[in-house]
Antibody, heavy 120, light 107 residues
C-alpha cells in the first residue's frame, strides 16, 4: 500500500524558515517524480514544486522561486521542502504527492498534509 | 500564465445529474484529471486521462472532453458526493495547473 506521511509543519514568524519532510512507503520511491502541492485555508490547490527521480531536475511555481528548495533522499525514501523567508501568504496545508507520469504530470497518491502557519 | 476555469459552485438535488466544467486553452493538447476533496481530507482522483475512472470510483462518475472544455458528470448525485472538485492538467512548459475548484452541493 502506497503511503505518504508529511511532517515538519508548524507556526513560524514571517521571515522564518521551516523544513517539511515526507516519508514514502509501499512503492519504489526512486522510480517516481515527486511534488509538493499546497492549499491555503479555504482556497484551492496550488502546485509548488516538482523533483525528478534522482533529484537532478527541479521546478518551482514562480511565487516560491529562490525561497523554497525541494530535495529527496532515495536511500531513505524521503522527500523534503526547505522553506526560507516565509511570508504570511505561504500559510497553507502542504501535501506531498507522487507524480504518476511525467507526460501528464498528474498526482496519483497524496499524503494527508502538514499545516504551515506564518504569523507574528 | 495558463489557467483552468471552473464554476465556483454547482448545486443539485439528490438523484439529479451534476455537471462540472473546466475550460482551458491547452486542454485540446493536454489530458485532464479530476480530484474530489472532502473537508480535512487529501484529494482523490475520480477521473483520469479525461474519461477514465479509477478502480473503486462509482460508475456514476464520468468524464468527457470537447475542445477546450472538459466535463465531470455525476449521474444520480448522492449526498456523499458533496465535496470540492478540482480539474488538473499541464501547461505547454510542463507545469501542473489546477482549476480553482468547484463546490458541489447536493440537497
Amino acid at each position: 500500500e502506497v503511503q505518504l506521511v508529511e511532517s515538519g509543519g508548524g507556526l513560524v514568524q514571517p521571515g522564518g524558515s521551516l523544513r517539511l519532510s515526507c516519508a514514502a512507503s509501499g512503492f519504489t520511491f526512486s522510480n517516481y517524480w515527486m511534488s509538493w502541492v499546497r492549499q491555503a485555508p479555504g482556497k484551492g490547490l496550488e502546485w509548488v514544486a516538482n523533483i525528478d527521480q534522482d533529484g537532478s531536475e527541479k521546478w518551482y511555481v514562480d511565487s516560491v522561486k529562490g525561497r523554497f528548495a525541494i530535495s529527496r533522499d532515495n536511500a531513505n525514501n524521503s522527500l523534503y521542502l526547505q522553506m526560507i523567508s516565509l511570508r504570511v501568504e505561504d500559510t497553507a496545508v502542504y501535501y506531498c504527492a507522487r507524480v504518476e507520469t511525467t507526460v501528464t504530470l498528474n498526482f496519483d497518491y497524496w499524503g494527508q498534509g502538514t499545516l504551515v502557519t506564518v504569523s507574528s | 500564465s495558463y489557467a483552468l476555469t471552473q464554476p465556483p459552485s454547482v448545486s443539485v438535488s439528490p438523484g439529479q445529474t451534476a455537471r462540472i466544467t473546466c475550460s482551458g486553452d491547452e486542454l485540446p493538447q493536454q489530458l485532464a484529471y479530476w480530484y474530489q476533496q472532502t473537508p480535512g481530507q487529501a484529494p482523490v482522483v475520480v477521473i483520469y486521462k479525461d474519461t477514465e475512472r479509477p478502480p473503486g470510483i462509482p460508475e456514476r462518475f464520468s468524464g468527457s472532453s470537447s475542445g477546450t472544455i472538459v466535463t465531470l458528470t455525476i449521474s444520480g448525485a448522492q449526498a456523499e458526493d458533496e465535496a470540492d472538485y478540482y480539474c488538473q492538467s499541464a501547461d505547454s512548459s510542463g507545469t501542473p495547473v489546477f482549476g480553482g475548484g468547484t463546490k458541489l452541493t447536493v440537497l
